[in-house]
Nanobody, 122 residues
Framework: QVQLVESGGGLVQPGGSLRLSCAAS????????IGWFRQAPGKIREGVSC????????DYEDPVKGRFTISRDVAKDTVYLQMNSLKPEDTAVYYC???????????????WGRGTLVTVSS
């Protein structure tokens, strides 16, 4: 079983930056990809970004392309999401999740963290 703990959320002004962290523990050899998802108030959860364990390849959803960067520190079993040029529409609870599949999909993730709140507001 993989345990995931997100951190780094908070209040930031539009145009600002935040870096989220997702620390994994437990059976960290049991996943093939780890992704970030978000859920805004009153909306369904959606994908943000994904990174594969085998080769570090990354993928981003269109709303965050060019602004967000996902990375992984293998030694620390931690995945990061660097978020730049934040917009009010980025306001959401951000979750990390792992999967034994080679790619991230909302329905295909096996383990989830509890989330961290990001609020973008002036």
């Amino acid at each position: 079983q993989v345990q995931l703990v997100e951190s780094g959320g908070g209040l930031v002004q539009p145009g600002g930056s935040l870096r989220l962290s997702c620390a994994a523990s437990g059976s960290t050899l049991d996943y093939s990809a780890i992704g970030w998802f978000r859920q805004a108030p009153g909306k369904i959860r959606e994908g943000v970004s994904c990174i594969t364990v085998s080769d570090g390849s990354t993928d981003y959803e269109d709303p965050v392309k060019g602004r967000f960067t996902i990375s992984r520190d293998v030694a620390k079993d931690t995945v990061y999401l660097q978020m730049n040029s934040l917009k009010p529409e980025d306001t959401a609870v951000y979750y990390c999740a792992t999967t034994t599949r080679a790619y991230c999909t909302l329905s295909g993730m096996d383990h989830w963290g509890r989330g961290t709140l990001v609020t973008v507001s002036s």
